[in-house]
């Protein structure tokens, strides 16, 4: 059974660096083909990809937040972490982590709101 | 980038239609379009890849069909559990969403 749970502060302040954890279980990220990535939602939005991280290292970035956004792998903890610099109110948001296989974005974390406000 | 728009952005339908929904992208994405499906404060739910394959567990009533820049999510015999709200996601360039069509009761 594959599970992602994502976890950091609820609260950052304008210009601060924000930094999540996602912790999975069911998989592993040393697997081919596998990755787990990040995808956020504004209260009342659509969804927006921000980040994907391969098993073999590669790592993809949306365009638009690339350089801002930094993403980990430990493998031996099953964690991914998540950092993104600069923090803007219009950065509020959940904050999703996604088990990634095959082109499929099948196993969602419950996700974790995120407020940037002074 | 990809643009991708659906439509409608609000349905109101009754238990028992069929509804279909749109999702156009601004340039050919061949088959590479996902649909997902939300409920108020939860993660989005995979349903359809690949344009047209059913995500394992994912009710028949659900079928996806179209490629290129056009494509279409039609529930027949909507069911109770079947509202809220559906987004269309590209993979053909990075990965971009929609911005979702709310199935509402009517």
């Known amino acids: 059974q594959i599970t992602l749970k994502e976890s950091g502060p609820t609260l950052v302040k304008p210009t601060q660096t924000l930094t999540l954890t996602c912790t999975f279980s069911?998989?592993?990220?040393?697997?081919?083909?596998?990755?787990v990535g990040w995808i956020r939602q504004p209260p009342g939005k659509t969804l927006e990809w921000l980040a994907l991280?391969?098993?073999?290292?590669?790592?993809r970035f949306s365009p638009s937040l690339k350089s801002r956004i930094t993403v980990t792998k430990d493998t031996s903890k099953n964690q991914v972490v998540l950092t993104m610099t600069n923090m803007d109110p219009v950065d509020t948001a959940t904050y999703f982590c996604?088990?990634?296989?095959?082109?499929?974005?099948?196993?969602w974390g419950q996700g974790a709101q995120v407020t940037v406000s002074s | 980038d990809i643009q991708m728009t659906q439509s409608p952005s609000t349905l109101s339908a009754s238990v028992g239609d069929r509804v279909t929904i749109t999702c156009r992208a601004s340039?050919?994405?061949?088959?590479?379009l996902a649909w997902f499906q939300q409920k108020p404060g939860k993660a989005p739910k995979l349903l359809i890849y690949?344009?047209?394959t059913l995500q394992s567990g994912v009710p028949s009533r659900f079928r996806g069909s179209g490629s290129g820049t056009e494509f279409t999510l039609t529930i027949s015999d909507l069911q109770p559990d079947d509202f809220g709200t559906y987004y269309c996601?590209?993979?053909?360039?990075?990965?971009?969403f929609g911005q979702g069509t709310r199935v509402e009761m009517k």
């Open positions: 991280i391969y098993w073999d290292d590669d790592e």
């Open positions: 340039q050919s994405i061949n088959s590479w």
């Open positions: 069911g998989f592993s990220l040393t697997t081919t083909g596998v990755g």
């Open positions: 690949d344009a047209s």
């Open positions: 996604v088990h990634y296989h095959a082109s499929k974005w099948a196993y």
């Open positions: 996601q590209q993979y053909n360039y990075f990965y971009g």
